[in-house]
């Protein structure tokens, strides 16, 4: 059965950081694109970041450019999210997700077949 | 960037009811395989999302066939044959064509009994 098991949210004042991470069981994760997707109180839901098997390709929305860093240990089947200069507009559920099998720069895939449950970031002062 | 836009906004349905909900994009979502990377998710208050529909039409394992995709090129449609109370959430169209530099959802479609 496949899981995905996120933790390290919480209420952080502006400007803060925190490390979000995603535990991931029942696939062979090395061989799936990551991602985190979050949704903000009353928002949609909105991609945040993703990134290659191998680590060698990363990808983030606009806004959190230069401020979020993802990554990954295959050895340990974990997902990372570095994030850092929060504001207040990065308040939202963040979720794990798996993307897809592609390993080409051509292929597409379906994505987002599995979630995590989320976790709370809280960005008060 | 690539826009998706959802309608309509908000969905009361009377229980056994159909529903229909429309997205549509600001470019093309056919990639040069053929293939149109259009899916559709469910997310349940208080519950993680679940996708239902991948590539368009595509059902995922476990979704009731009361739920079906349709549409090409721009316009995509996510239809309920037959409203039922557990069907209460919000409805997102996402893009995959356009990848790896980002995924687009839709803003979200709020289904709830009438």
């Known amino acids: 059965e496949v899981q995905l098991v996120e933790s390290g949210g919480g209420v952080v004042q502006p400007g803060g950081s925190l490390r979000l991470s995603c535990a991931a069981s029942g696939f062979s994760f090395g061989n799936y694109w990551m991602s985190w997707v979050r949704q903000a109180p009353g928002k949609g839901l909105e991609w945040v970041a993703n990134?290659?098997?191998?680590?060698?390709?990363?990808y983030y929305v606009e806004s959190v450019k230069g401020r979020f860093t993802i990554s990954r240990d295959n050895a340990r089947n974990s997902l990372f999210l570095q994030m850092n200069s929060l504001r207040d507009e990065d308040t939202a559920v963040y979720y794990c997700?798996?993307?897809?099998?592609?390993?080409?720069?051509?292929?597409?895939?379906?994505?987002?077949?599995?979630w995590g449950q989320g976790t709370q970031v809280t960005v008060s002062s | 960037d690539i826009w998706l836009t959802q309608s309509p906004l908000s969905l009361p349905v009377t229980l056994g009811q159909p529903a229909s909900i429309s997205c549509r994009s600001s470019?093309?979502?056919?990639?040069?395989?053929?293939?149109?990377?259009l899916n559709w998710f469910q997310k349940r208050p208080g519950q993680s999302p679940r996708r239902l529909i991948y590539k368009v039409s595509n059902r995922d394992a476990g979704v009731p066939d009361r739920f079906s995709g349709s549409g090409s090129g721009t316009d995509f449609t996510l239809k309920i044959s037959r409203v039922e109370a557990d069907d209460v959430g919000i409805y997102y169209c996402?893009?995959?064509?356009?990848?790896?530099?980002?995924?687009?959802f839709g803003q979200g479609t709020k289904l709830e009994i009438k």
């Open positions: 470019q093309s979502l056919v990639y040069s395989d053929g293939e149109t990377y």
């Open positions: 990134i290659k098997q191998d680590v060698s390709e990363k």
């Open positions: 996402m893009q995959g064509t356009h990848w790896p530099q980002g995924y687009t």
């Open positions: 997700a798996r993307d897809t099998d592609c390993n080409t720069r051509n292929c597409r895939g379906a994505a987002f077949d599995y």
